[in-house]
């Protein structure tokens, strides 16, 4: 059975920089997508970026746009997400979660669009 765990979720002071990690593991597709999501208290859940396993092609949403890089390592069949440059509105639980392949060019992030989620895993900005 595919399961998703998140990991590295901190306290960090404004300006810092936090990796995620999204293990995936049991039985997959060979061509998949994985995406970042965030939901703030109050706020509904958005969408920060997304990798296809095929071509590792990326698409970002506006609000990370240059301050966070998501990669794969296929050896350790996990997803990172890079952020950089925190501050407060960035403060959330983050999730990563698996869709097939998307036709377009790019990976969407809609959240309708993936079928499995991890748990989350807290990121909070603050001095």
């Known amino acids: 059975q595919l399961q998703l765990v998140e990991s590295g979720g901190a306290l960090v002071q404004p300006g810092g920089s936090l990796r995620l990690s999204c293990k995936i593991s049991?039985?997959?597709?060979?061509?998949?997508?994985i995406g970042w999501f965030r939901q703030a208290p109050g706020k509904e859940r958005e969408g920060l970026s997304c990798?296809?396993?095929?071509?590792?092609?990326?698409n970002y949403g506006g609000s990370v746009k240059g301050r966070f890089t998501i990669s794969r390592d296929n050896a350790k069949n996990t997803v990172y997400l890079q952020m950089n440059s925190l501050n407060a509105e960035d403060t959330g639980v983050y999730y990563c979660?698996?869709?097939?392949?998307?036709?377009?060019?790019?990976?969407?992030?809609?959240?309708?669009?993936?079928?499995?989620w991890g748990q989350g895993t807290q990121v909070t900005v603050s001095s």
């Open positions: 979660a698996y869709a097939g392949i998307f036709v377009s060019d790019l990976c969407l992030l809609s959240a309708d669009d993936y079928d499995l």
């Open positions: 049991g039985e997959y597709l060979e061509y998949f997508t």
């Open positions: 990798i296809s396993s095929s071509d590792s092609s990326t």
